[in-house]
């Protein structure tokens, strides 16, 4: 399926490295999402843009900078990482935000490793 | 108290089986819910969706009691492929999706 896309696959970055994440969707959706999952843990919601504007933002951390310059494109821009923010990074998108039947479909992901 | 709780398992069944999962959800306005099925180091996927009392498609039936705030997923027959785990996805008032730890399930030949 490629429904929804994501580059790179896989990344290994140092600490004081600046990279981004690329997503894009090909399902016509209006919104797109950024989730972490780590380990053993549940998917973490990031980042929502509805219509290209950002309307949550889960009290992530400032080295994560996500932009969404269209509908389909979302990025996320990481710098200055810490080893804890090693985990798959997933992007999402859906029809609408904040809607009741708001299925979301996903991206392969980003496995990330800080080192 | 977690938002969604799943048992985590791992529940280990036969080829053929029947098995059942289940989840509860804490926050009353949740609106929707989801069953999704996560392979080992895959993305996520949607499985079902359920709106009001249940769904069924195939092998799988999902049922909501609102009341009790609870979610259930039956698959019945079960396949090798069936084995992956599975998340129990909440869509609470705004739209925002909350999901569960998941539950791993293990076909056995």
């Known amino acids: 399926e490629t429904g929804v896309t994501q580059t790179p696959r896989h990344l290994v970055m140092g600490m004081t490295n600046k990279k981004s994440l690329k997503c894009e969707q090909h399902l016509g959706h209006n919104a797109m999402y950024w989730y972490k999952q780590s380990a053993k843990k549940p998917l973490e919601l990031m980042f929502v843009y509805n219509f290209k504007e950002q309307t949550e933002n889960n009290s992530v951390p400032s080295r994560f900078s996500p932009e969404c310059p269209n509908s389909s494109h979302l990025f996320l821009h990481l710098h200055t990482l810490q080893p804890e923010d090693s985990a798959l990074y997933l992007c999402?998108?859906?029809?609408?935000?904040?809607?009741?039947?708001?299925?979301?479909?996903f991206g392969p992901g980003t496995r990330l490793t800080v080192t | 108290r977690k938002e969604v709780e799943q048992d985590p398992g791992p529940f280990n069944v036969p080829e053929g089986a029947t098995v059942a999962f289940n989840c509860t959800y804490s926050?009353?306005?949740?609106?929707?819910f989801f069953w999704y099925r996560q392979d080992c180091r895959k993305e996520p996927k949607l499985l079902m969706s359920v709106y009001s009392s249940g769904n069924e498609d195939g092998r799988f039936t999902a049922q909501l009691n609102r009341a009790s705030q609870y979610i259930s997923l039956l698959i019945r027959d079960s396949k090798l492929s069936d084995s992956a785990t599975y998340l129990c996805v909440v869509n609470r008032q705004g739209g925002k999706l909350i999901f569960g730890q998941g539950t791993e399930l293990s076909v056995k030949p």
């Open positions: 926050n009353s306005a949740s609106q929707s």
């Open positions: 999402a998108s859906s029809q609408v935000a904040g809607t009741p039947m708001g299925e979301q479909y």
